[in-house]
C-alpha cells in the first residue's frame, strides 16, 4: 500500500517501480484546508480518500488489502500503533534528512537556514515515535549555494523514487533492513 497527500508523493508514486493495491490521501474537505494535497484519480478503485489514517476507514481497508509493507510518503499525522500492526513487515516512511540527524518538521527549511551543502532523503520503519525508527536505506543530496526549498525538494524526490525501487527489490529478495538509529 501507498500513502501519501501530496503532488509530490503523488509525483515520486509515478515516477517509481510501486505498483500498489491500495492508495490513502486525504479527504477533500481536508485538501481544502491545507495547500498542497492532491489526487490520485488515476488508481480508480485502489485510491481511498480518508479524514485520518487513524480511523475505521483507513484501518478496514488496509486491514482488507492485508498489505506486507505500506510506504508513507508526505503524510502529515502520526500514525498509530494499532495501524502500524496491520502491515505484515510493517510501514516504511520516508524523511527528508539523513537520520538521526534533523529528526522532526522542516527538515529541508532548516538544512537551508543552517546553510547545509549536504543533507539526504531516509526511508525507515515506523514505530510509535517520531521518525526513530530503524533505517531501510538513506542517500546523500546535495546543496548547491543557490538552492531554495524547492530545488531541494526536487532533490528529494529523485533520491525517494532511487530509494523505494530499491528497497522493493530488497523487500522481495526476502530481506527487510532494519539499522537501529543512534
Not at 93 to 109: C, D, F, I, N, T
Not at 129 to 145: A, F, L, M, R
Amino acid at each position: 500500500a501507498y500513502i501519501g497527500s501530496t503532488r509530490d508523493a503523488k509525483e515520486i508514486l509515478e515516477r517509481s517501480s510501486l505498483d500498489p493495491e491500495l492508495i490513502i490521501s486525504f479527504a477533500d474537505e481536508k485538501e481544502d484546508k491545507i495547500s498542497g494535497f492532491t489526487r490520485y484519480e488515476a488508481y480508480d478503485d485502489r485510491w481511498l480518500q480518508v479524514e485520518t489514517i487513524n480511523g475505521s476507514h483507513a484501518k478496514e481497508a488496509l486491514k482488507s488489502a492485508e498489505p506486507d509493507i505500506v510506504f508513507v510518503v508526505a503524510w502529515q499525522e502520526i500514525i498509530e500503533p494499532e495501524v502500524l500492526e496491520i502491515a505484515s513487515e510493517g510501514f516504511v516512511g520516508r524523511h527528508l534528512s539523513l537520520l538521526p540527524k534533523r529528526r522532526g518538521r522542516a527538515p529541508v527549511a532548516w538544512a537551508l537556514i543552517h546553510g547545509l551543502d549536504t543533507t539526504g532523503t531516509t526511508l525507515f520503519w515506523l514505530d510509535d515515535g517520531v521518525d526513530g525508527g530503524p533505517i531501510v536505506d538513506q542517500t546523500e543530496v546535495q546543496i548547491d549555494n543557490d538552492d531554495e526549498a524547492s530545488d531541494l525538494l526536487d532533490k528529494h524526490a529523485t533520491a525517494t523514487v532511487t530509494l523505494l525501487d530499491n528497497a522493493k527489490s530488497t523487500f522481495e529478495s526476502g530481506e527487510f533492513p532494519r539499522t537501529p538509529q543512534d
